[in-house]
């Protein structure tokens, strides 16, 4: 594939998401509405949403041990999300970060 065509194709994806923004749709309502590929259009969303993802550099020295099996509340905010976690153990952290580490 040419870097012409690859370029055109981003820039089409582009405009589509974009539209879909502005819509305050769904992606599946949008999609259906709009006679876009469903599979296509996150495939696609997924990508222009890494490149624009910043990455998350955390300093060791923002950690603090936890001695307890379980804790009462912790709360996160990460960009625009804010968690509240409430009597969890440390398997469902760990499970909840990784959660956290794809968004």
């Known amino acids: ?4 065509i690859d370029q055109k194709r981003r ?8 539209a ?3 819509s305050g749709k769904s ?13 296509s259009f996150y495939r696609w969303r997924s990508i222009f949403s890494n490149q624009n993802k910043p990455s998350l550099k ?3 020295d923002s950690f603090i041990e936890i001695q307890n099996q ?3 509340i912790l709360e996160i905010e990460y960009e625009k999300y ?4 409430k009597d969890f153990s440390f398997l469902q952290l760990n499970n909840f970060l990784k ?3 794809s968004l």
Do not use: D, H
């Open 82 to 85: 804010k968690f509240n976690l």
């Open 58 to 60: 955390l300093n060791p």
């Open 99 to 101: 959660i956290l580490k």
């Open 20 to 22: 879909w923004k502005s």
């Open 70 to 72: 379980k804790c009462c």
């Open 1 to 4: 594939m040419s870097k012409k």
């Open 27 to 39: 992606g599946f309502a949008w999609c259906k509405e709009n006679n876009i590929n469903n599979k």
């Open 11 to 18: 820039q089409y994806w582009l405009e589509k998401i974009n």
